[in-house]
């Protein structure tokens, strides 16, 4: 009797197929999109491109650019393997990459301090870009009718023994 296949595709069948609608080959976009040395890539695979496509461990992986190449890119991702966390080097076609949104908001946030930074510094003042957290919610009045009011208190303690 012969045993279950165990190719590098095996067991991908919903892992790598396409959504509704959304077969055939990938857009001119992907292919013009600017991806720099540093930058986060969200790797995830295009079934209908099979060259250079990465291992299905790698799909919906997160990492960061180390290499470019005319045709695809070097992304290092983090894989976690027993008791320890190592740093994988994989090369991808671009087809398979996309800019991940990650530090999106970190890099808005790094937009603003800087201007505020700038306005302080034509203003001659000294001003603080830590994030601060959020205190408790203000103190609120509940109106309930008095019918409706119920005292709590705890159980009676009784020993048992």
């Not at 609608?21 to 930058?39: P, Q, S, V, W």
């Not at 491109?49 to 960061?64: A, L, S, V």
């Amino acid at each position: 009797m012969g045993g279950k296949s165990k190719g590098k595709r095996s067991g991908t069948r919903y892992k790598f197929s396409q959504g509704f609608r959304k077969h055939g080959e990938c857009t001119a976009n992907k292919y013009l999109e600017k991806i720099n040395y540093g930058d986060y890539v969200d790797i995830v695979c295009d079934s209908s491109q099979q060259k250079g496509m990465p291992f299905n461990f790698y799909h919906g992986r997160t990492g960061k650019v180390f290499h470019i190449t005319k045709r695809g890119v070097g992304v290092l991702v983090n894989k976690r393997v027993r008791h320890r966390i190592i740093q994988k080097k994989v090369c991808v076609r671009i087809e398979h990459v996309r800019k991940s949104r990650c530090n999106e908001d970190f890099i808005l946030r790094k937009k603003k301090n800087q201007e505020l930074i700038k306005e302080a510094k034509l203003k001659n003042e000294h001003v603080s870009v830590k994030r601060k957290t959020e205190g408790p919610k203000p103190a609120a009045m509940i109106k309930v009718p008095p019918s409706k009011l119920i005292t709590v208190e705890p159980l009676p303690f009784y020993e048992e023994y």
